[in-house]
């Protein structure tokens, strides 16, 4: 078992080299802001979902998400579809070009950083390719922690 400094150590490059790697891959975002992009992708991946869903699935607060969905209905990328249970309640879903715009960011990011994996090493190509379950593992942890 590694020390407490040696996790904390490895805990603080992780998060470093985490945020870079999504800093250097948000400039192929299909013109849109990282927050409306976010929550477009997270449209994608749960399927229509009340504003404050979509807020807590982004971590921020409802009036923030309110403002990034009013931007993005005028945008023609979610429809807004009213909740027949609730009167005061709507659905949010995307729009085919709405769909559209997150497989086109998805497929900018993946090309740019494939081009990059294709510069390293074979063996530096491996490790990123091993350390993957771990990662995987790691942000399942993360999602299930309060």
């Known amino acids: 078992m590694k020390s407490d400094d040696q996790l904390l150590g490895l805990a603080t490059d992780l998060r470093v080299t985490m945020s870079r790697l999504g800093r250097r ?16 992708t997270t ?32 945008q023609g990328l979610v429809n ?12 949010l879903c995307l729009t085919g070009h709405g769909r559209n715009v997150v497989r086109q960011a998805a ?5 740019l950083i494939a081009a990059h994996l294709r510069d390293l090493d074979p063996a530096q190509v491996e490790a990123v390719r091993a350390a993957l379950p771990a990662l995987r593992s790691l942000i399942d942890a993360i999602a299930g922690s309060p």
Do not use: Y
């Open 25 to 40: 891959t948000r400039a192929a975002n299909g013109g849109l802001t990282p927050s409306q992009l976010s929550a477009l």
């Open 80 to 91: 807004r579809r009213a909740d027949p249970a609730d009167a005061r309640s709507a659905f």
């Open 107 to 111: 497929d900018e990011r993946t090309l």
């Open 43 to 74: 449209l994608e991946e749960f399927g229509e979902l009340r504003l404050h869903e979509l807020a807590a699935r982004e971590g921020v607060a409802a009036p923030t998400t309110s403002r990034a969905v009013d931007e993005l209905v005028r």
